[in-house]
């Protein structure tokens, strides 16, 4: 595609519920990035793909989250059990490859827990 | 340790010209990103250092001192349109692991008419 995007743009779910949130990259880039965005605050890592393979989980808060992409593509982003304290805007980004590669974002998915 | 430190706010009048500063520590080091974000927004690159001095898009400019661990963002001829936060990223690496991205917590620009 044009660009990265992500699904869905909003989701409201209830504390306790599991989501899950899809990135498409720009196709061919091999590099795949998830962050986390709290209100007014900076980008937190959270993991990141070479093609299909998570060489850095560190990022990942707990083990209620997990994250997966297949065929050097699509990525999925996982929470279970979510608390609302997961609420934020989850970002992904892409790029060419890893080094030295500008990263293009989405435009998120906005998880509001209730 | 790792981190990153920017100012949490800067203000500045349009047509005036104004620095953001960025300063890191990571155990080793590969290069320093600037992005924008507008509120509501996606991040979007604006420039890459990888060796010390200055590069120059257009009315942003970025400069890197790698013995200083230090960069700055340059923005000239400020516009209204360029209010919005902007990052800086280092791609350092931990002992004993492969290299990771790290943001600052990001510099909110104010621009006065």
């Known amino acids: 595609g044009a660009g990265v995007s992500q699904s869905p743009s909003n989701k409201v779910t209830e504390k306790g519920k599991d989501v899950e949130l899809r990135c498409d990259p720009i196709?061919?880039?091999?590099?795949l990035y998830w962050y986390r965005q709290r209100l007014g605050q900076g980008l937190e890592f959270l993991i990141y793909?070479?093609?299909?393979?998570?060489?850095?989980k560190s990022g990942l808060p707990s083990d209620r989250f997990s994250a997966e992409r297949t065929g050097e593509s699509v990525s999925t982003l996982t929470i279970q059990r979510t608390q609302q304290e997961d609420s934020a805007v989850y970002l992904c980004?892409?790029?060419?490859?890893?080094?030295?590669?500008?990263?293009?974002f989405g435009d998120g998915t906005r998880l509001s827990i209730l | 340790g790792q981190s990153l430190e920017q100012p949490s706010e800067v203000t500045a009048v349009e047509g005036a010209i104004v620095q953001i500063n960025c300063t890191y520590q990571?155990?080793?080091?590969?290069?320093l990103s600037w992005y924008q974000q507008h509120d509501g927004g996606a991040p979007t690159f604006l420039s890459y250092?990888?060796?010390?001095g200055l590069e120059e898009t257009g009315r942003f400019s970025s400069f890197l001192s790698r013995s200083d661990s230090y960069g700055y963002l340059l923005l000239q001829e400020l516009q209204m349109k360029d209010s919005a936060s902007y990052f800086c990223?280092?791609?350092?690496?931990?002992?004993?692991?492969?290299?990771?991205?790290?943001f600052g917590k990001g510099t909110r620009l104010h621009i006065l008419p």
């Open positions: 980004a892409s790029s060419p490859e890893r080094v030295n590669q500008p990263q293009h």
């Open positions: 990223a280092v791609r350092g690496a931990l002992e004993n692991r492969d290299d990771k991205i790290i």
């Open positions: 990571t155990s080793g080091f590969y290069g």
């Open positions: 793909f070479q093609g299909n393979s998570a060489p850095d």
């Open positions: 250092n990888a060796l010390d």
């Open positions: 196709s061919g880039h091999t590099a």
